[in-house]
């Protein structure tokens, strides 16, 4: 079979190759490119992005900040997102972060 508009067919499994068949979880993504022709990841520099909780001391009083402006320049999702809070470790994949955002453009050429 071929996917529609040129697409490649690609499944990703969600459950460890030594789990039951029954149990398994996939699903199908349809893509571009197929995953392995896609060029290497490259981080993309975000002033307002951050992970590094070791920067900021903990603070157990109760907070408020005011809303963030709202950019005259053109901002789209991702240059609009700022870290409001986190905790743990990205490395290890325990914790979490918090982000608000602020757009007021669309994503051209960009995903996420």
Not at 79 to 100: E, N, P, Q, W, Y
Request: charged share 20%; net charge positive; proline share 8%.
């Amino acid at each position: 079979q071929k996917c529609a508009y040129g697409l490649y067919a690609e499944q990703l499994s969600g459950t460890a190759f030594t789990a039951p068949r029954e149990s398994n979880q996939r699903t199908w993504l349809y893509r571009i490119l197929p995953s392995v022709k896609h060029s290497p990841f490259t981080p993309y520099p975000h002033q307002y992005l951050s992970s590094d909780w070791n920067k900021q001391h903990p603070n157990p009083n109760q907070l408020r900040w005011k809303p963030f402006d709202i950019p005259s320049e053109k901002t789209d999702w991702v240059d609009g997102l700022r870290t409001v809070a986190g905790a743990g470790d990205s490395r290890t994949r325990h914790g979490l972060s918090i982000h608000v955002y602020v757009c007021n453009t669309s994503m051209i050429d960009k995903a996420f």
